[in-house]
Structures are given as C-alpha cells and as structure tokens.
C-alpha cells in the first residue's frame, strides 16, 4: 500500500505544468552517473537495502532503466504564468559504456507571447566508465550529441550540437552518494537565421540513506547558456524512497528547488522537481 501511494503521489507531481529549460534544452542533468558497488541481497520484491538506495540514485550504475522526471516552474522572470518540462529518458549499459537518450516535452512563454507545448531538443550521451565497477569513486566521460527536434523553434535551438559529457561518484557510508556531472555542447550546423548555440551545465547532487529505503537528496543543475547570456543556479533539498516491484528497482522523490541566482529572462523563480526511475538489472549469461 505505501508504495502504490508514494507513486501515486510522483505521477501527481509528474502531470503538474513545469519549467526549466527551453532556454537551452541542455541534456539536463546529464543523467547522474555512477558505478556503485551492487551487494546481492536476499530482500524479497518490495523489499530494500541500503545498496539498492545507491543504487537507484547512481546515474552511471551498471542496470538499463527508464526514467520520468518533471519540473514545474508556477513563476517565471519576466514572463507570465508558469512553464513546465517533462523529460523522456531511457539508460542502456553494455560494458563500459553508458548510454543516456533523452526527449524533452516543454511547454510554456518561452518569448513567444503565449503558451508553447511540444517536443524539444533531442540528446543523448555515451559515457565510458574509466575507474573500476567496484570502486568508492567512479569516472565516466564520453561524448555527447544534441539533435534539433523540436516542434517550435520556441522550444529548441535549431542547431545541432556536439560536446562532452563527464560524471563522477564517491560513496559515502552504505546507502550514500555524492555526484557530480558536467557538460559542454557547442552547435555546428542547423538553421542559418537562429544563433549559435553553446550552453555549459554542472549539477552537484548528493544522496544520502537515513534508512528503511528513505533519502535526502539535492540536485540543483547549474546552467550557463554562453549565446544567450542566461545563467540559472538552483538549490534543492527534497527527499525519495526506494522500493521494489518484482525485478525493478524503483526511485520516487520530490524535490522543491529555489533560485539562489539568476541571469536573464524566462527563469524559474522556484521549481518542483519530481521523478520516477525504473532500474533493472541486466542479465548474467
């Protein structure tokens, strides 16, 4: 029962309008990275440890997943009503490689002059884990691709873009992690009339376990679009549960983020950051 409510209760915050960033639609948080140590347990479905809590908050862990993330933004600098992005995002490990895809879904007063709602910038990610699986600090960096998807030129940047991408995890006690990920595109093709497009992000996010599959989390992405002379530094503290459904490992959290400093127009003043992850193990032959 308490897990059908806590996803309940993410799906809720999931559909709600969000913000962020239409502005650059940068491969947020360049999905967490993480190679944590996977301990085996004898937990039945439904059950938890403290490593299946690291687990689930390890962006670079060894398991393909699904993830649902949603930011809500009800004000926006300089632009009316609120703005909202739901982000699509799917993990496929083989080996070393990382491989995050992600498909924004925007929607908002992006400049317009009324609400905008579509598909924005497609990217995706390969990132090579450098440092051993079973490690208290893991490395992973690759590079780092963004197609011009979107359905308004409102809600992209009509450039195609290449950079790199690079995460990093120390473990902290059983159950904790802090991360860091960082990344740099730049555009090199794309519709002649729209501007360059070059945008830098590193998001700073800590994990940390206070038992029976509860966390206290901090994930604020700090955004630099260099062609569009907007930066955006958020802090959050929010808080998950970690659970399981049969196979999967599942990741619910709420996470309220406010701006501690801006610079520029159609910003989130304060965001309401949900998720819901779905990680699963790969097979052993």
């Given at each position: ?108 007063d ?53 950079g790199?991408?690079?995460?990093g ?32 992000t ?17 994930s ?7 062609s569009?002379?907007?930066d ?52 052993t032959?």
């Amino acid at each position: 029962m308490t897990n059908s409510i806590t996803i309940y209760a993410l799906l809720t915050g999931l559909t709600c309008s969000f913000t962020p960033v239409a502005w650059g639609q940068q491969p947020g948080p360049v999905p967490p990275p993480s190679a944590m140590i996977l301990e085996k347990t004898n937990s039945s479905a439904g059950g938890h440890s403290e490593s299946d809590v690291a687990t689930a908050n390890n962006p670079i862990a060894p398991m393909n997943a699904l993830y649902f993330q949603n930011y809500y933004a009800p004000t926006v600098y300089s632009a009316p009503g609120s703005s909202n992005l739901l982000d699509l995002r799917s993990v496929v490990v083989s080996g070393r490689q990382i491989i995050r895809a992600t498909l924004p879904v925007p929607s908002g007063d992006f400049g317009s002059g009324e609400q905008q709602s579509g598909l924005g910038d497609f990217n995706v990610f390969d990132a090579i884990r450098l440092s051993p699986e079973v490690s208290n600090n893991v490395l992973a960096v690759g590079p780092l691709l963004v197609a011009p998807t979107a359905t308004s030129r409102y809600l992209g940047q009509g450039k195609w873009q290449a950079g790199l991408a690079g995460v990093g995890v120390h473990s902290l006690s059983p159950g904790s992690l802090l991360i860091g990920i960082f990344t740099w595109q730049h555009s090199f093709a794309g519709e002649r009339t729209r501007p360059d497009a070059q945008v830098v992000t590193f998001q700073p996010i800590a994990a940390l376990s206070i038992g029976g599959g509860y966390y206290v989390r901090s994930s604020g992405i700090w955004s630099f679009d260099i062609s569009n002379d907007k930066d955006l530094i958020p802090m959050g503290l929010g808080f998950g549960k970690v659970f399981k459904i049969r196979n999967a490992i599942v990741n619910a959290f709420v996470e309220p983020q406010f701006t501690a400093y801006h610079n520029g127009t159609n910003l989130p003043s304060f965001q309401l950051f949900s998720g819901l992850y779905f990680q699963f193990r790969k097979k052993t032959d």
